[in-house]
């Protein structure tokens, strides 16, 4: 790339910028779009009557008062599980229409869009479980496509905001958001339902929503060209920086041949299905390997649970700081740095959990392993999260859509097979589950290192008549 038009880094802002604030508006729409996904799963502690029939007559004022605040539902653990899990397979069908469609359509209307359906459909959770469980079941699929949208499309900013030596440090601080989301849900919500009522929880979320949506409305330029507020120094340096960036808004053609037998392209996909694997594992089973292991109570259980996703946020900004450093530095090749950070997201989670399973004989070193087995894995935002960018920028879209969907599947099956195993292995479920998913990362990881590239794939490349 020719440099010697282009602004020095060393000259332009960082913190008081435009891109930054757009990467830190991608963080707070990640963490309400989180906080609406994972809010259910601890509302339910008081959204489902466990212990006694629904409707006794003899029921005191104070307790049909508390009814009126907390509506109290007779819903199976079946149905429970049902719900919970419905969201995923709004997001997971939703992928790949939304990576292509990001290529063709406004980025601006359809994450604000999809920010504001998503958060609309959350208003109306507590009046759909009224009506009863397929409501809910239904609003939560119908929220879960407008989350896909917005995860997907997000993505694609990069393309013309994001300068190629500050592509890590972006991409990890919007996408962190993902992982603050959990933390910030974990501490609040259970206040809320017990100050306020559980339907709160539900309004208070989706109220942000909209409100972040307007806001996006407003203040998002797709192109750092039509921005009004961005100064001179800056819209050069990003322009100038990304020079020989394809990027169009006309119909794609695909090159799906070609794609299918992209090494580099599979071996990102293995990674992505094992990441998501670990992560999902991680992310949901937290609290029960806690009560299992530890026998704490709920409220601190709640507390336990939320520091591995604030110290996954907290590695997510620092990989993608580091990765962006090497690169600028010129400490390591490209496809080192991917190597680097992927292995890291991938082979530090299967240690501290061999650790988690044999070192682990006190209170503490089962917290301090927990926590860096869950949140390590973050260091994967400076390598396979981003490496589709590298390898194939003109069909960004289309093919983080691909990955996330094979991710995606990845995170259903952990949750699927964990819960089998869980059900029918009374004596040692916990070891073959964590073993399972060690296997599964390392599998991974030997493919991408010796399969993974870092530079733009021939069959990536624009040719003379070829339109995106």
């Not at 963490?31 to 029921?59: D, F, K, W, Y």
Request: net charge neutral; proline share 4%; aromatic share 12%.
């Amino acid at each position: 790339m020719q440099v010697d038009n282009q602004v020095s880094p060393g000259k332009v802002p960082y913190f008081c910028s435009v891109r930054y604030g757009i990467a830190v508006f991608l963080l707070l729409c990640n963490v309400i779009i989180m906080s609406q996904r994972v809010c259910l799963s601890l509302t339910m502690i008081a959204m489902v009557n466990s212990t006694e029939p629904h409707g006794l007559s003899n029921t005191s004022t104070k307790e049909l008062q508390d009814n009126i605040k907390n509506p109290v539902y007779n819903w199976s653990t079946e149905i429970q599980g049902i719900m919970l899990s419905s969201i995923f397979y709004g997001v997971l069908i939703s992928q790949i229409p939304a990576g292509y469609l990001s290529g063709i359509y406004s980025l601006k209307k359809m994450i604000g869009f999809a920010l504001l359906l998503s958060s609309l459909f959350t208003l109306l959770l507590p009046l759909a479980a009224e009506f009863g469980e397929i409501l809910v079941i239904i609003c939560r699929v119908i929220k879960g496509l407008f989350q896909g949208i917005t995860l997907t499309t997000q993505q694609v900013i990069w393309i013309k905001w994001a300068p190629p030596l500050e592509l890590g440090r972006l991409t990890a601080l919007s996408l962190s958001g993902l992982l603050l989301g959990p933390c910030i849900v974990l501490l609040i919500t259970g206040f809320i339902c017990d100050s306020l009522g559980w339907p709160m929880v539900f309004y208070i979320f989706g109220a942000c929503g909209c409100a972040l949506s307007v806001l996006w409305f407003i203040l998002f330029y797709e192109d750092p060209k039509d921005h009004p507020f961005i100064s001179n120094r800056e819209k050069e340096y990003i322009t100038s920086a990304l020079t020989q960036q394809v990027s169009s808004s006309t119909l794609i053609k695909v090159p799906i041949k070609a794609m299918l037998k992209s090494t580099p392209l599979w071996v990102i996909s293995l990674c992505n299905f094992a990441f998501f694997w670990s992560n999902t594992f991680l992310s949901i089973y937290i609290p029960i390997y806690i009560d299992y292991k530890l026998h704490v109570d709920v409220e601190e259980n709640g507390l336990l649970s939320s520091l591995p996703h604030l110290f996954a946020w907290i590695f997510a900004v620092l990989a993608g700081y580091m990765a962006d450093i090497f690169q600028t530095r010129n400490t390591f090749s490209l496809v080192t740095i991917r190597k680097l950070f992927t292995s890291l997201g991938l082979l530090l989670p299967s240690l501290f959990s061999l650790c988690l399973l044999y070192l682990s004989s006190s209170y503490y070193a089962t917290i301090i392993f927990l926590i860096l087995a869950n949140s390590t894995g973050s260091f994967a935002m400076g390598g396979i999260i981003i490496n589709v960018l590298d390898i194939a920028p003109r069909y960004y879209g289309f093919l983080r859509g691909i990955t996330n969907v094979i991710g995606l599947t990845g995170g259903l099956i952990a949750s699927t097979v964990t819960g089998i195993i869980l059900s029918e292995d009374a004596e040692s479920p916990w070891l073959k589950i964590f073993l399972l998913m060690i296997a599964n990362n390392m599998i991974s990881l030997i493919f991408y290192l010796i399969f993974a590239k870092a530079e733009v794939q021939e069959w990536a490349k624009e040719r003379q008549n070829t339109y995106l």
